[in-house]
């Protein structure tokens, strides 16, 4: 019997036999019973109404119709996959390599080489960079086979400190007011008696003899600007006379190195400042603290790679697995810096809550500044440390023209930390942002070119023409950016408190008449 179920009756009566889905599925059910011995093969009752059973044959026909469609799209889409692999397996390595090529070309084209944004409110200081300063117009382009923003930092700094020679400075030891020491490295050959002067603050452990403090140093040199780099305390091979370091909120060493710089020069002699990543932070920190006295002492300032915002730039330095090794690196010379003045601090913290030998095993720039920068400098938190030394929020109070140069790609400052909308709204402050750089990196060119680079580039033609300004268009652009800035804080402090801004005014119009007198 099963048998002759499973050849079927006579061709003649298969199609009365079989004249729907449902009774196909009821049949091959029965037959999976008969099999397993559960019992007798029954005919199923079969649909008596003409009408049901024409609605089961047109959705059976339509379900056929689908899974047919189904099916051919899938062997086309498999086919298709199929002949690229196969024409892909059997392509010679050169075309491979050859279209690969084109793919990043392309991509280097569209996505690496870019104009830089200017983040500037639209006034003076913007139009004068845009006129005056023909690198902020041009495209940027990186080197072509390091544009990836770890390697473009640390292969910038290994290719300056491979070619770049020794920097014999004329150093100059400044005692301090509370009895500190730093050493004020000059290089003035070659220089006129009335040139200019840049005054270089370096990063987190940086020195005179940085590579890319001597990059600037060479590229002022070509200039016709003298130059003095600021060595922090303990840095630069000098001894500690005080237990205190420094820090990138604390501005009270550079107030008194520009005071001294300032007496130094002759008086017709201008002088502008930069400072590069955490010296960045200390010059901008005394930029809007000390706002007229920096205005007094300063024609124009520059920031590099600055951590904008120090909280933000701290998480993305602890990043795995690249960031957090150049942190650590970074953490590492903290430790071994102060390693150098061990002696000193052994007695005096001896019986304090400041555990050195714990401090010497940091591994990242925050925890070594939880356990000694922040206690050092009296704050009750880290947290509060790097509050105090941010600057995205200080823009409004800096009255110097400050022009300030970063990477959107740098791995110690994402592009969400950078104030550009702040800075948009500035009278002195703005901000050029690369597409790429890294943390002062700024490599071009096939092979970058250690004596003339983007960064030493514009740090050249912004100073050249803030500080000679030889037809005065600079110092006109400065005066009227200052009108711009006392209007902006006039309807501010009018917002605020009426009574003070009588006040000021007040004050305002007795300068006016002593400067009269």
């Known amino acids: 019997m099963l048998c002759a179920l499973i050849r079927g009756p006579p061709s003649g009566h298969r199609m009365s036999l079989y004249r729907s889905v449902p009774e196909l599925l009821g049949l091959a059910h029965n037959i999976r019973c008969l099999s397993a011995g559960r019992g007798v093969y029954q005919r199923q009752p079969q649909l008596q109404n003409p009408v049901q059973r024409q609605d089961l044959l047109s959705h059976s026909r339509l379900a056929e119709s689908s899974k047919l469609s189904v099916r051919k799209l899938h062997s086309e889409h498999g086919a298709m996959f199929y002949s690229m692999y196969a024409y892909l397996s059997n392509l010679p390595r050169l075309h491979v390599l050859g279209m690969a090529m084109v793919a990043y070309v392309v991509y280097y084209l569209i996505q690496?080489?870019?104009?830089?944004?200017?983040?500037?409110?639209?006034?003076?200081?913007?139009?004068?960079?845009?006129?005056?300063?023909?690198?902020?117009?041009?495209?940027?382009?990186?080197?072509?086979?390091?544009?990836?923003?770890?390697?473009?930092?640390?292969?910038?700094?290994?290719?300056?400190?491979?070619?770049?020679?020794?920097?014999?400075y004329r150093r100059e030891i400044l005692s301090l007011k509370d009895g500190g020491e730093v050493a004020l490295d000059w290089m003035e050959e070659g220089c006129d008696a009335n040139a200019p002067?840049?005054?270089?603050?370096?990063?987190?452990?940086?020195?005179?003899?940085?590579?890319?403090?001597?990059?600037?140093?060479?590229?002022?040199?070509?200039?016709?600007?003298?130059?003095?780099?600021?060595?922090?305390?303990?840095?630069?091979?000098?001894?500690?006379?005080?237990?205190?370091?420094?820090?990138?909120?604390?501005?009270?060493?550079?107030?008194?190195?520009?005071?001294?710089?300032?007496?130094?020069l002759p008086e017709h002699c201008k002088l502008g400042a930069t400072g590069i990543s955490m010296g960045g932070l200390i010059l901008g920190n005394y930029l809007a603290r000390k706002s007229d006295e920096a205005r007094?002492?300063?024609?124009?300032?520059?920031?590099?790679?600055?951590?904008?915002?120090?909280?933000?730039?701290?998480?993305?330095?602890?990043?795995?697995?690249?960031?957090?090794?150049?942190?650590?690196?970074?953490?590492?010379?903290?430790?071994?810096?102060?390693?150098?003045?061990?002696?000193?601090?052994?007695?005096?913290?001896?019986?304090s809550d400041i555990d050195i030998q714990r401090i010497l095993r940091c591994k990242t720039i925050k925890e070594f500044d939880e356990l000694f920068t922040a206690k050092q400098f009296g704050y009750a938190h880290v947290n509060d440390y790097y509050s105090d030394a941010t600057l995205h929020n200080k823009l409004d109070h800096i009255s110097?023209?400050?022009?300030?140069?970063?990477?959107?790609?740098?791995?110690?400052?994402?592009?969400?930390?950078?104030?550009?909308?702040?800075?948009n709204q500035c009278t002195h402050v703005a901000i050029v942002i690369t597409a790429r750089g890294g943390h002062i990196g700024f490599l071009e060119g096939w092979w970058p070119s250690?004596?003339?680079?983007?960064?030493?580039?514009?740090?050249?033609?912004?100073?050249?023409?803030?500080?000679?300004?030889?037809?005065?268009?600079?110092?006109?652009?400065?005066?009227?950016?200052h009108e711009r800035f006392l209007a902006k804080q006039t309807v501010a402090l009018a917002s605020s408190s009426p009574l003070l801004l009588t006040k000021k005014l007040d004050a305002d119009q007795l300068d006016h008449k002593v400067k009269l007198m």
């Open 112 to 168: 690496v080489v870019k104009r830089p944004i200017i983040a500037c409110s639209d006034g003076p200081f913007k139009q004068y960079l845009i006129r005056k300063v023909p690198t902020l117009e041009n495209k940027y382009w990186p080197t072509f086979w390091c544009v990836e923003s770890r390697a473009q930092t640390v292969l910038a700094s290994l290719l300056r400190s491979k070619s770049l020679p020794h920097v014999n």
């Open 400 to 423: 110097v023209p400050l022009l300030c140069l970063s990477a959107a790609d740098d791995p110690f400052q994402p592009l969400e930390a950078i104030p550009i909308k702040a800075a």
């Open 197 to 264: 002067c840049v005054l270089i603050l370096p990063g987190l452990t940086g020195e005179s003899q940085a590579e890319y403090i001597k990059c600037l140093v060479f590229a002022a040199q070509q200039a016709g600007m003298r130059v003095v780099v600021f060595n922090n305390r303990g840095l630069g091979g000098i001894e500690l006379k005080t237990p205190r370091l420094y820090c990138a909120a604390n501005c009270e060493d550079l107030c008194e190195v520009i005071q001294h710089v300032r007496r130094t």
């Open 450 to 481: 250690t004596k003339d680079q983007y960064m030493g580039r514009l740090f050249t033609e912004y100073f050249s023409k803030a500080l000679f300004d030889e037809d005065g268009e600079f110092q006109h652009t400065a005066n009227k950016m």
């Open 296 to 351: 007094s002492f300063l024609s124009a300032a520059k920031i590099i790679s600055v951590p904008w915002d120090v909280h933000k730039g701290s998480a993305s330095i602890e990043k795995p697995v690249i960031n957090s090794l150049l942190g650590r690196h970074l953490a590492g010379s903290l430790c071994r810096t102060l390693r150098n003045h061990l002696d000193i601090y052994r007695d005096i913290y001896q019986d």
